[in-house]
Each structure stands twice: as structure tokens, then as C-alpha cells.
């Protein structure tokens, strides 16, 4: 199974994920439409992503949520009625909204905001 690894204490917080990752799929800079998340702690930098662990395909009432051929959950957004329940049941609380989008996003591992790190501190990795 393909997911993005996550190394926070690689991570100096510069945010270039998160960039990337909202450029890629909404056209803008903007860390609300980011599949991936940077915040500052005490002792570093924490990084919150989908992990691929598919609790939520379970809950998701209209089976709008399916795995791809390399493990990865996908959203079907032709299926997806914008219940939310997904997010709500998300273990890792990675599954986004944003009040532009009736639909919610994750994290689809595909390696752009890897790419766009400039610490490694994020890595496409096979489970």
C-alpha cells in the first residue's frame, strides 16, 4: 500500500507542502486547501496527513470512498453527497474540508508535496 511517510523532525516548518499540495489540486496557494498540514509544537514541527488506514471507507454512506489499485482511498466525487461523515469519523483527523468545496479532500499520495520539501521530511513509501 502507498502512502506518505512523515518525518517531522526533518521539518523547519518552511511550509512548501502545503503550498504545492494546494496548487496542485485547487490551482492556489492556500494551506486550507492542503491535503497536508504543518503546525508548530513545543518541540517541533508536527505534520498531519492521511495515513491510507481506510476507517473512513466504512462510514462513508453512499461508498463514495474505495481504494485504488495501490491501496490508496479515493473519494468518487461524482458519488460523494457531502455528508461529512468521513471527517468526522477520521481517526487522524486528515480528511479536509473547505466552505468553497462540497466535498471533502485527503491526502491522495502522490508524491508532489515530497517533491516540493526541501528538508525530506516527507517520502512516498510502500506498507
Known amino acids: 500500500m502507498k502512502y506518505l511517510k512523515?518525518?517531522?523532525s526533518l521539518c523547519k516548518g518552511i511550509k512548501a507542502c502545503e503550498k504545492t499540495c494546494s496548487k496542485a489540486f485547487f490551482k492556489v496557494e492556500d494551506p486550507e486547501k492542503s491535503a497536508i498540514r504543518v503546525k508548530q509544537t513545543d518541540s517541533g514541527f508536527e505534520i498531519n496527513v492521511c495515513n491510507q488506514c481506510g476507517e473512513c471507507i466504512a462510514v462513508c454512506p453512499v461508498l463514495a470512498l474505495k481504494r485504488n489499485s495501490q491501496g490508496v482511498v479515493?473519494?468518487?466525487?461524482?458519488?460523494?453527497?457531502?455528508?461529512?461523515?468521513?471527517?468526522?469519523?477520521?481517526?487522524t483527523l486528515s480528511m479536509r474540508t473547505h466552505p468553497e468545496q462540497r466535498e471533502p479532500f485527503k491526502c491522495v499520495a502522490c508524491g508532489i508535496c515530497a517533491r516540493a520539501c526541501p528538508e525530506q521530511a516527507l517520502e512516498i513509501a510502500e506498507r
Open 6 to 8: 512523515t518525518n517531522p
Open 74 to 91: 479515493m473519494l468518487d466525487k461524482k458519488l460523494c453527497v457531502g455528508c461529512l461523515m468521513c471527517v468526522g469519523y477520521c481517526p
